[in-house]
């Protein structure tokens, strides 16, 4: 788990910006992922005729215990 933590928006320095709180966000919800789980797997699904984007065909990481 991460023990730093950030103020309470706004920050100090950056204001309303997200970006911190986003980016610090992500690595804690990774950090208690990969403490808990004790294996991943990603999951491709097939491409769509309806897809506009290559972004829309993301692939998922999909954590287990």
């Known amino acids: 788990m991460i023990k ?3 103020p309470p928006a706004p920050h100090p320095r950056t204001g309303w ?3 911190n709180y986003t980016g610090f966000w992500a690595a804690q919800a ?4 990969t403490s ?3 294996g991943s797997a990603v999951l491709v699904a097939p491409a769509s005729a309806e897809t506009m ?3 829309e065909n993301f ?3 999909v954590y287990y215990r």
Do not use: F, N
């Not at 990774?30 to 992922?33: F, I, P, R, T």
């Open 17 to 19: 910006d997200s970006a």
């Open 36 to 38: 808990y789980a004790t």
């Open 4 to 6: 730093a933590q950030l």
């Open 53 to 55: 984007m290559d972004w």
């Open 59 to 61: 692939p998922l990481r």
């Open 30 to 33: 990774g950090a208690v992922l």
